[in-house]
Structure formats: C-alpha cells, structure tokens
C-alpha cells in the first residue's frame, strides 16, 4: 500500500512546481518558518493578539492593504486587480486549551490563563496554524501572478473560530459593508483522515448546525433517607436524559441528520442528600433550521412534560437555556460552485488525489460568511494533512488515527501546505478570470 502513496505524491510534487510556479524556494521556506512560529506560539480564541499582529503584518509585507482588529482580533487584506469579481478567502486563526503531546521538536510548550482564571496549556490540535500557512501562500501566488486574473481578492484572518464566534463578529463589524462585498467565499480546513497530497470535498450540507443548551432540573431536597418528602432532581434528570434520546429516534423524519448529545450532568453534593437541583449541558447538531427548531422545541416540551408528572408546581420546572451566542450555524457548500471548484483542484493536483467524502456533524462557523441576505456562493474543502505512511500502516492495521483536538494530531507541514496553495490558488486564479 505504500507504494502507490508515494508515487502518488511524487506525482503530487510535480503538478506542484508546475502550477505554483510563481514561488520560489524561497518562499516555500518563509511559508514554512511561519507555520513554524504559529504551532510554537497558539493563542486561545477572542485573544489572538500576536497572532494577528504577525499575519496582519506578513500580509502587508506581500503588498496587501491590510486591517486590523476587525470583530476584534480579524485581519483583513484586500488586493485589487481591475475591474472583475470580489472573491473572498477565510483562515481561522485560534487554538485549543489542549496540552501538546505530539513529542515533535517544534511541539507548543503554551500555557496560559483563560477566562475562568484556570492556567491552561494551549496548542493548534485543529490545525490553524496549517490554514494560515496557506492563506500566507496562496497571498504570495496571487500577488505573483496577477497578470492571470482580474478583480478583487480579499483574504481575512478570523478569530474565535474554535467558540463558534468570530466569524459573526467580523460581519457585525462591517466585514461586508466596510469592505467589498464578495461573490464566492472559500475556505479549506485540514483533515485527519485523509493523506498529505490529497484533498476531499462535500457538495451541499458540509457541516451541521451546533447548538449548545443547558438544562437546570429543579427539585425539592432532603435527606436521602426520607424520599418521599421530596422531589427527587437526580431521578427527574435521569428520566429526561432517557426521555431527549426519543427526540432524534421518534421524532425527526429518519433521513434528516440530527444528534442530541448530552455531554455533562452536576448534581448533588453527598451520599446522603438530596439535592435541590441538576445541571445537565448538552449539544445539538443539525443541518436544516427546521429540524434544529424542532429538535429545541421537543427538549423544552419533554422537560416541562416530565416535571408536571413529577408533580412540580410550575416555578419548579427545569429552566431550558439555548445559548444563542454560541450557535454555529450549517455549512453549505453551494453545489455549483463545489463543482466548479473541484474540477480546477483536480486540474492542479490530479483527478486520483480529489475525493468525494460524506458530511460530517462538525461545526464550522465558516458558514455564516454565505449564510447573509443575499446569500453568499461558499465552498469549504478538507485538505489531506495525514503522513502518507502514518495513513497506510493505520489502514492496513485497522488503527484509528488522532483526530482533529486530540494532542497526538501532528500534520506533516509541507506536503498539506503545498497542496493547499495550490489548489486554492488555482480554484481563486479562474474564479477571478470568470
């Protein structure tokens, strides 16, 4: 199996330094020394400031106009280029509270204090750093070869990609008013399932809605040798969570994607006492608005539902909180832009080394950018990221391989960011001859 990997990526190489033929040597090294620099030093999301400072600056260095702290800590630089279409290329720029154990040389050694007050270690497990290496690469190529197309490109920075934010406060910012507004959105995202060298795509729904709801079970406490002088919140928070899994199994339609997911339930303080109430978080993944309504529409019923059969009076019922702030909307690759795109990746990197993979429930607040009135043409595609050989020796062991967030996720840097640059290169170089 390893031998058809390598010929495919010698394959790879070559496409490469006929297409990207605007860099040099040179600026494959620069490329890499800021990937370097962005895995040695994560910022969490909201507080990206040397983050931004030294893509804000790298941008400028290129020949960009460039602004800083849009919607807090987003860059946008924008390069004009005659009269023609508006394309606009994302980058995420934030990193994760996860402690790095990847044992590479260059591996984060971050820590710092989050919002809470906690010391928490910080590392690019999403492969940020990877997204604005090749935002940094595709900006020399375009900048290179603008004798080959027309228009504008306008290639942003965003922050707090990670807590679903940044995006929303970019264009709350005036991302589309203060700047030109675009007629396609792209953006790539790393993946680690696919090898370095390849590339995969998803027309249509891409990723899911994400919704974060907290529920706060209510109760009358007491001691745990007298029950029945009480209304047990323990008990009542083990029915619901019985009860919200019939929500995606009875009652949204079977081939309507949906997940309910409770992921923490608090409650109680000792063995011998029953607790006033129950915490219980949970995630929703959706991708049509109507199935992520119904889906809050049920946990708000079910709750009020059992609390009137636990005989609570009505200033007991559980307290269903949807955090609006944090909803990430779905992902919609607009099928005719994906297939366009997809034929001038192929182009670049050879048909063999373009897949066809299926939507996932991940979130991706990239979405937003197209998700506007009018609506914006957008497509996102995954860039292979994985060790060729990490990927064959996995497949043929039956091994799961590190996912995105995990400590372990290493990207092999080169080959991910090269074929990033120049498939994106070549997807914006004939949108913007078009």
Known sequence: MQKPLKIIIFTLFSLISIQAHALNQQDLDKIEQKYLYFHRHPELSFHEVNTSKVLADELRNIGYQV?????????????????????????????????????????????TVDESGAEVPVMHACGHDIHMSVLLGTAMEMRQRKKEWNGTLMLIGQPAEERGGGAKAM?????????????????????????????????????????????????????????????????????????????????????????????????GTKHNIISDEVKLQLTLRSYSLDVRSQTIAAIKRISKGLAITAGLPEDKWPIVTVREEEF?????????????????????????????????????????????????????????????????????????????????????????????????????IHLLQE
């Open 67 to 111: 602004t800083e702290k849009v919607g807090g800590y987003g860059v946008v630089a924008i390069l004009k280029n005659g009269k023609g279409p508006t394309l606009m290329i994302r980058s995420d720029t934030d990193a994760l509270p996860v402690k790095e154990q990847t044992s590479l040389p260059y591996a984060s050694k971050v820590t």
């Open 171 to 267: 264009i709350d910012d005036g991302l589309f008013t203060r700047f030109p507004r675009p007629d396609f959105n792209l953006a790539l995202h790393d993946n680690a399932n696919l090898p370095a060298g390849t590339v995969g795509y998803t027309s249509g729904y891409t990723l899911a809605n994400v919704d974060s709801v907290d529920i706060t079970v209510r109760g009358k406490g007491g001691h745990g040798a007298y029950p029945h002088t009480t209304k047990d919140p323990i008990v009542l928070a083990s029915q619901l969570v019985l009860a919200l899994q019939t929500i995606v199994s009875r009652e949204i339609n079977p081939v309507e994607p949906a997940v309910l997911t409770v992921g923490s339930i608090h409650g």
């Open 328 to 428: 990430t909307p779905s992902t919609f690759n607009d099928p005719k832009l994906t297939a366009t795109a997809v034929d001038y990746i192929q182009q670049a990197i050879g048909k063999e080394n373009v897949h066809a993979i299926p939507a996932v429930m991940g979130g991706e607040d990239f979405g937003r950018f197209g998700n506007v009135t009018p609506k914006i043409p957008s497509f996102i595609f995954w860039l292979g990221a994985v060790d060729p050989t990490v990927y064959a020796d996995a497949k043929k062991e039956g091994k799961s391989l590190p996912s995105l967030h995990s400590p372990f996720f290493a990207p092999l840097p080169k080959p991910t960011i090269a074929t990033g640059i120049t498939s994106m290169s070549n997807i914006a």
